[in-house]
């Protein structure tokens, strides 16, 4: 007994139509504000960069950004830290 082609092709919809839904789902990912554990390993981070202050959150991508942080300069800077709380990325604030 063969299965009929069209239950093939359904199936075959069905399965691609799932892994789009999978793929895309990170697009729609929210940035969210950090928990008090990542604020306290951010805090130390932007310390250890010679910063204080700024906005903290997750953002969708998997990295922390610190936005507007008082850096010994004097000057406001926004920084990126990777998941594991390393300086990824340092850049002057424009606004």
């Not at 919809?13 to 990912?29: K, Q, R």
Request: with cysteine; charged share 35%.
């Amino acid at each position: 007994m063969s299965v009929p082609a069209w239950r093939f092709e359904m199936r075959l919809i069905l399965i691609l139509s799932a892994i789009a839904v999978l793929v895309s789902a990170p697009a729609f990912a929210k940035d969210r504000p950090v928990t008090d554990a990542e604020r306290a390993k951010l805090d130390a981070a932007v310390k250890a960069e010679g910063c204080s202050g700024g906005t903290m959150q997750y953002d969708d991508d998997g990295e922390f950004e610190v936005d507007e942080a008082t850096c010994a300069d004097g000057k406001k800077y926004d920084l990126d830290f990777d998941p594991s709380f390393k300086l990824i990325k340092r850049k002057l604030d424009n606004d």
